[in-house]
């Protein structure tokens, strides 16, 4: 898939005082992004998505994490991306996995929220129906927990109908 983009300063918020440490102080980046990478590991381990052999690298110079590892399906493949990238202090994800099987499942697309946001608003502009919210909040588990619980700069996995 390549490099995505997003929102640095939003969303789950994981790195510990040695990341932003070094951010200060560059002579601790190679221990800072270390850490940081296992943050975003055990985060993503604890959504339970069927990937294996995943492994993240994190380079504190560019906010880039990269994801490795073997997805069970497309769906899980954005999940994973998705979950690495709504990290606050993530800007791009370098996404170097692969899926196990290739179903005949398009790529989803995605949405970054804006203030104003609900699901309802956003399942009308892209599926024309308000109501199809749920299909927006099934493809975004286990990261949203809740439909009336979004934020801006989270982005959002939008599955074709």
Same mark, same amino acid.
């Given at each position: 898939m390549g490099l995505i983009?997003?929102?640095?300063? *939003?969303g789950e918020?994981?790195?510990?005082?040695?990341v932003k440490a070094a951010q200060a102080n560059p002579a601790q980046a190679a221990e800072a992004n270390r850490a940081a990478a296992t943050a975003i590991e055990n985060h993503l381990a604890s959504f339970n998505l069927p990937v294996t052999a995943l492994t993240v690298t994190y380079d504190l110079a560019t906010n880039t994490a990269k994801v490795y590892g073997i997805a069970k399906d497309q769906a899980t493949r954005e999940r994973a991306i998705l979950a690495a990238g709504n990290v606050d202090g993530v800007q791009h994800v370098d996404d170097q996995m692969t899926v196990e099987v290739a179903a005949a499942q398009p790529p989803a697309q995605y949405y970054t929220?804006?203030?104003g946001d609900t699901l309802s608003?956003? *399942?009308k502009q892209f599926y024309g129906d308000a109501n199809a919210y749920n299909a927006i909040f099934e493809a975004n588990k286990p990261m949203l927990k809740h439909p009336d619980k979004i934020y801006p700069g989270q982005n959002l996995r939008i599955p074709s109908r």
């Open positions: 983009s997003f929102f640095r300063d *939003a918020k994981l790195f510990g005082k040695e929220v804006v203030k608003k956003i *399942a």
